[in-house]
Nanobody, 121 residues
């Protein structure tokens, strides 16, 4: 069973920083795509950033040059460093992976429960 556990959300003032962490268990982490999505109230879930097994990254235009995604394959963990936060970054942030489970064949999408990030003006 693949599980994703996020941490690091909270309340921060505009211009501040937060670092989100997500520990992934039950999958072949090193070969997986991992990343972060977010969903603000009344809006659809949107991609924030992803990183592949080779280390290539993809960012939403709205967070480029402010957010950095990294992964530590030895710890099965993906991080999202968020700097220069803006009120419009307020959302629930979800950890995501597309990978192989240790307990069944095939590649699937898996999601964490989400962590709230609130940026005050």
């Amino acid at each position: 069973q693949v599980q994703l556990v996020e941490s690091g959300g909270g309340l921060v003032q505009a211009g501040g920083s937060l670092r989100l962490s997500c520990v992934v268990s039950g999958s072949v982490f090193s070969s997986s795509v991992v990343g972060w999505y977010r969903q603000a109230p009344g809006k659809q879930r949107e991609l924030v950033a992803t990183t592949t097994s080779s280390g290539s990254t993809n960012y939403a235009n709205s967070v480029k040059d402010r957010f950095t995604i990294t992964r530590d394959n030895a710890k099965n963990t993906v991080y999202l460093q968020m700097n220069s936060l803006k009120p419009e970054d307020t959302a629930v942030y979800y950890c995501y992976t597309y990978g192989r489970s240790l307990s069944r064949e095939g590649w699937y999408d898996y999601w964490g429960q989400g962590t709230q990030v609130t940026v005050s003006s």
